[in-house]
């Protein structure tokens, strides 16, 4: 039993690890795959070419700040099922049915967050004109085409570039 509790606690510190280094990473790196979530210049550079009016920018403002508090403590909860799932995966006999509940728990929170990002980002189009609109879709199209960090970001990978797999018809 005293094994246990070393290995939960450990499991808890690892997690609490993990946290402060991915809050301690520079802007490119934690904002990357964050959305408006991030906070940082991921969100920072398409919304700053729009012009936004002093309402715009206070309702975008508050927005951001409702969804990181209501992101926050979720995507914790997926650190610590994450942690939990390595820990069950090591111990020296694997219980299926307790990773079995943490996949579906993890499954579960994953939808719900998908689910909150969806709607903050129809809560942000919703506030948007059709020209800042048009100005965001672009600089999105932008970003994707040509990797978010830089032309080239994506060369070599999938089927299609290294020469496997579907090659279309």
């Known amino acids: 039993m005293k094994r246990r509790n070393i290995k939960s606690a450990g499991v808890l510190l690892l997690g609490l690890l993990m946290l402060t280094t991915v809050n301690a990473q520079s802007p490119r790196q934690g ?6 979530f991030g906070g940082g210049q991921q969100f920072e550079r398409p919304f700053a070419r729009l012009d936004l009016s002093e309402e715009q920018q206070e309702k975008m403002t508050t ?12 995507k914790n909860k997926m650190v610590e099922l994450k ?4 820990t069950l995966l090591s111990e020296e006999k694997v219980d299926m049915k ?21 709607q903050h980002q129809i809560a942000v189009k919703d506030m948007l004109t059709d020209e800042q609109l048009m100005k965001l879709q672009q600089s999105r199209q932008y970003a994707q085409r040509d990797g978010f960090h830089g032309k080239g970001a994506r060369q070599g990978s999938g089927p299609a570039r290294s020469g496997r797999g579907y090659r279309g018809i």
């Open 98 to 118: 307790a990773i079995n509940l943490n996949i579906d728990e993890q499954s579960e929170l994953m939808n719900s967050i998908k689910k909150l990002q969806v």
């Open 63 to 74: 927005l951001r700040t409702e969804h990181f508090k209501t992101m926050t403590p979720l």
């Open 83 to 86: 942690a939990r799932e390595r």
């Open 31 to 36: 904002a990357r795959g964050q959305g408006a």
